[in-house]
Nanobody, 121 residues
Framework: QVQLVESGGGLVQAGDSLRLSCAAS????????IAWFRQAPGQGRDFVAA????????RYEDSVKGRLTISRDNAKNAVYLQINSLKPEDTAVYLC??????????????WGQGTQVTVSS
């Protein structure tokens, strides 16, 4: 099946911007809707954003609207998460996952390893 690899994280300061990437191997990423999640230290894994196969539909967690933008470039076999005006509370491991929708709802069975974003105050 598909394998996902995240990149683009790092140590930044508040107010900076980052562009995270989710790259696919095994299968072309255009086959899949993709979602981003994040997990802060000691916290659960929270949904951040998702994008449809073609990129015509996006979905965001309310708290990140306006600062985060999900996009994709299927020709480059990648999905991106642009984070602007970074805040210390954005510190987390960011993961991408294949989003599958069926009559049972949405499922996330294929995940990347994650990329660390650390924001200093």
């Amino acid at each position: 099946q598909v394998q996902l690899v995240e990149s683009g994280g790092g140590l930044v300061q508040a107010g900076d911007s980052l562009r995270l990437s989710c790259a696919a191997s095994g299968r072309t990423i255009s086959t899949y809707a993709i979602a981003w999640f994040r997990q802060a230290p000691g916290q659960g894994r929270d949904f951040v954003a998702a994008i449809s196969r073609s990129g015509d539909t996006t979905r965001y967690e309310d708290s990140v609207k306006g600062r985060l933008t999900i996009s994709r470039d299927n020709a480059k076999n990648a999905v991106y998460l642009q984070i602007n005006s970074l805040k210390p509370e954005d510190t987390a491991v960011y993961l991408c996952a294949v989003e599958a929708t069926s009559t049972r709802g949405r499922q996330y069975d294929y995940w990347g390893q994650g990329t660390q974003v650390t924001v200093s105050s």
